[in-house]
């Protein structure tokens, strides 16, 4: 018998190795989440989850969008059902935006910008992802 939550453990543990060698800092809990979107300068928020699209389309995106010449001072990321509260209050600066998962976030000051929802990146590739992340950095960021 398959034991399911050392399955999904692995698979978590994955998902949280994934985007952190990708350089975004994984904010746990409600005080982080505070500390991080309150920063000067523009932050990329990447909601990460366990299912496919995140795995497949995201994760990738999210890695592929930090070698951009324009891109965000900061790079962030929630887990959605792993870091409930973190990620909850995270939402509550999403203004407008209902909860998505996996998604991604562009905030200034602490405000939100605009989103890439879950409909934008399921069924998409992880370039056209990235192409979209590209125009809102074009638009938001300055050239490092």
């Given at each position: 018998?398959?034991?399911?939550?050392?399955?999904?453990?692995?698979?978590?543990?994955?998902?949280?190795?994934?985007?952190?060698?990708?350089?975004?800092t994984?904010?746990?809990?409600?005080?982080?989440?505070?500390?991080?979107?309150?920063?000067?300068?523009?932050?990329?928020?990447?909601?990460?989850?366990?299912?496919g699209?995140?795995?497949?389309?995201?994760?990738?995106?999210?890695?592929?969008?930090?070698?951009?010449?324009?891109?965000?001072?900061?790079?962030?990321?929630?887990?959605?059902?792993?870091?409930?509260?973190?990620?909850?209050?995270?939402?509550?600066?999403?203004?407008?935006?209902?909860?998505?998962?996996?998604?991604?976030?562009?905030?200034?000051?602490?405000?939100?910008?605009?989103?890439?929802?879950?409909?934008?990146?399921?069924?998409?590739?992880?370039?056209?992802?990235?192409?979209?992340?590209?125009?809102?950095?074009?638009?938001?960021?300055?050239?490092?």
């Open positions: 018998m398959v034991n399911f939550n050392f399955f999904m453990n692995d698979v978590v543990q994955q998902a949280r190795q994934e985007i952190a060698a990708a350089g975004y994984q904010l746990t809990t409600p005080e982080e989440v505070d500390d991080a979107f309150k920063r000067p300068g523009v932050t990329l928020v990447m909601i990460n989850s366990v299912c699209c995140a795995g497949g389309v995201a994760r990738p995106a999210a890695a592929h969008s930090v070698h951009y010449d324009k891109r965000p001072d900061h790079f962030v990321t929630v887990f959605a059902g792993q870091d409930k509260e973190a990620t909850q209050h995270a939402r509550e600066y999403f203004e407008g935006y209902p909860p998505s998962s996996p998604s991604f976030a562009l905030l200034k000051d602490g405000k939100i910008l605009t989103m890439v929802e879950r409909h934008e990146i399921e069924g998409h590739s992880p370039m056209q992802v990235v192409e979209k992340l590209q125009g809102y950095f074009d638009q938001y960021c300055e050239e490092v």
